[in-house]
């Protein structure tokens, strides 16, 4: 691996998006304010997500389209917080900084809290492409057996019960109850309604039609359907994508540079997971050289990084990660 090549195509890349930058910066002068950007785009999805919910509990809408809407929504979320990961909006305001880091997590109640979070990926940036990256691990990065993989994407509960031994081997900041932890409370709450619907209907498909439930558990069926439909599926969903899509794009071993990290998945057959994940396969891998982006830049340059990162040698829909384990493999 020649590093010295791959260092000067690294810096062409980080020259080009900053370049390509500054000049949207320049042309549109609204871009530069990012604390008012980042708050009017939490508002924006948040909001979309309650009236989502309303118009489903007063019939407006079925449940199919109220999961589709509030999944796009929280997809808005994921981004903001991986901005706020980055102390992109409010920087020198810790009230309205924790305000918004507590609001994204309300909106994706299936993940582990952001403040946790932003210790493990800040730790991804410097330990990707390796057995060290907990964050990648965590959603199923470098595992061989797919159906293992795909319980890991899928949910991350049973996924991080799956993994805890060979995390606890592996990765040296693994701590199975720092993790399942990190999620407390609003996780509890996740999996409570989750497993309760599941459960509860798996069930009733074998009782008598005549048997009568108590008024307790029917008040709890009650409340776990309404939450299913605008919280819980829509996440399912959304983190089903997102886990997917960085699952696949993330390289694991074989890396020895930034260069080598990541890849960009493009074309009209990862759109359906990019509704979902508001484009996170086409511009992640941007991230991964200019980290102090906010998400919407990185949407409106993407072409031109594209055009860059091609000609420095960043893989565009290398499919051999669904079966070599994310190996990065010279061509």
Known sequence: MNLPADAQ????????????????????SFLNKQDSIGLFMLAF??????????????????????????????????????????K????????????????????RPSTINPWYRRKIHLLHHKTSGTEQDLEERLVGN??????????????????LLLQRKLLNKEVKVFKFFTVFNAGFPLT???YIFGYGFLIFHSID?????????????????????????????PN????????????????????????????????????????FTFNFAGTHAIHHFVVQQPFYLRQILASKAHQVMRENGVRFNDFSTLTQANRYRTL
């Open 45 to 86: 999805s948040f909001l979309g997500m309650i009236s989502s919910a309303f118009l489903y509990y007063y019939a407006f809408i079925p449940a199919w389209i109220c999961i589709i809407i509030t999944a796009f929504f929280a997809s808005i979320s994921h981004e903001l917080e991986h901005d706020l990961i980055h």
């Open 9 to 28: 195509k690294i810096k062409n890349i980080v020259l080009s998006v900053k370049a390509e930058e500054d000049r949207l910066r320049d042309k549109f």
């Open 142 to 159: 470098g595992i061989a057996n797919i159906f293992v993989r795909f319980m890991v994407m899928f949910d991350g509960l049973i996924g």
């Open 205 to 233: 498909l074998f009782m008598p039609s005549e048997y009568v439930y108590p008024d307790f558990l029917l008040t709890f069926v009650g409340l776990s359907n309404l939450i299913m439909v605008i919280l819980v599926a």
């Open 88 to 107: 992109l909006y409010f920087r020198n305001n810790a009230f309205m900084h924790n305000f918004m880091m507590t609001i994204v997590w309300l909106m």
């Open 188 to 190: 509890i709450f996740y």
């Open 236 to 275: 399912f969903l959304r983190s089903g994508c997102l886990n997917l899509v960085t699952s696949y794009l993330h390289y694991y071993k074989g890396v020895d540079s930034v260069l080598q990290q990541t890849q960009v998945f493009k074309g009209l057959f990862i759109w359906p997971l990019n509704l």
